[in-house]
């Protein structure tokens, strides 16, 4: 709960014009301020990890890292911070697997403007936050904590299954995770025997139905 002072807020969205909507709509309020801002998800950990905003909102869907992971690292370090997704998604995987990874409100990015503000207001009170658009009876599970695993992967090769499917190649995941072709390989070929799919049509799919991609990045 934040007393006596504004919320700090970052934000995270891959598209410029968005996060200048988002700004606009926050800095309405005398009780919110945006302190920082990033494009991509490991960004954002970057961010974070600099600024401890109290409520971090992120887009769920991102090239290079996308919120899911992101959301879930970001947590690890700093707990203390309330994540809220920011989605084009109202599907089972995405929301799961945001609260999941330690998020605290999920909204749709075609909601209205007061929705934000309502959701900004309720996770700092330690109160989870579902869209309004969403089935209700979905926060119930959630905050009981019936949330499904989604998959036999490590967060390490959710990330490079997530870049495999955005086109990179070996030695491109290497410099953007800082690992070697060599050890990219061995991660790509774990992932194939895990979850039995060779080819990059299923790959991509699979990371799709799973929330870890989005064709609408």
Not at 75 to 85: F, M, W
Not at 110 to 118: A, F, H, R, V
Request: net charge neutral; hydrophobic share 40%; aromatic share 4%.
């Amino acid at each position: 709960m934040i007393a006596n002072d504004q919320i700090k807020i970052v934000l995270v969205d891959d598209h410029k014009l968005l996060r200048d909507g988002l700004r606009n709509i926050i800095e309405q309020k005398s009780n919110m301020k945006i302190i920082g801002e990033a494009s991509d998800g490991r960004e954002a950990i970057s961010v974070c990890s600099k600024l401890l905003p109290d409520v971090l909102v992120i887009d769920v869907a991102m090239a290079n890292l996308n919120g899911i992971e992101a959301a879930k690292q970001i947590h690890k370090t700093c707990p203390d911070i309330k994540i809220i997704g920011l989605s084009m998604h109202s599907s089972k995987q995405f929301i799961q697997g945001m609260f999941k990874a330690g998020a605290y409100g999920y909204l749709l990015k075609d909601g209205d403007s007061n929705e934000l503000i309502t959701a900004i207001n309720t996770v700092v009170q330690d109160i989870k936050y579902l869209s309004k658009d969403i089935n209700q009876e979905f926060l119930s599970i959630i905050k009981q904590g019936n949330t499904i695993e989604n998959t036999l992967l490590s967060s390490r090769e959710k990330e490079v299954l997530q870049l495999i499917t955005e086109g990179k190649s070996s030695k491109e995941i290497g410099e953007i995770l800082f690992l070697s072709s060599k050890t990219v390989d061995v991660h790509r070929n774990n992932i194939m025997k895990k979850i039995d799919l060779y080819t990059i049509p299923e790959l991509t799919k699979y990371a799709i139905k799973k929330g870890f991609t989005s064709l609408e990045m």
